[in-house]
């Protein structure tokens, strides 16, 4: 799909007005990056928990710092050579003020 497509849904409300098959992509300063499922976040947190909060919380494994980018994609392998899967769709969200990059 062309990137001036509109989000499919406003990234940084609750859990459960995001679609439930996408996934949560974090980047470290470090060079870290995590991808979360939708699914076991509302699982972790709840349906009504607030990204921006989710976001606010998390910390890098490697070096304990906060995310400095944060995005929903809805396929970690989308665009992969030989996957057969279309490319992915990202949806950026802002970073909370209390997770400043370092
Ligand atoms: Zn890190």
């Known amino acids: 799909m062309p990137d001036a497509d509109p989000p499919p849904f406003v990234p940084d409300v609750t859990l459960d007005l995001v679609d439930a098959g996408w996934w949560l992509e974090l980047r470290c300063a470090c060079g870290r990056m995590t991808q979360v499922p939708h699914r076991l976040l509302a699982r972790a947190h709840g349906p009504r928990a607030r990204v921006p909060g989710l976001l606010a919380r998390f910390r890098c494994r490697t070096c304990g710092g906060p995310p400095v980018s944060a995005e929903w994609i809805d396929n970690p392998a989308g665009g992969a050579p030989g996957s057969g899967y279309p ?10 003020p209390s997770a400043p990059p370092h």
């Open 87 to 96: 490319p992915k769709r990202r949806v950026p969200l802002r970073l909370p």
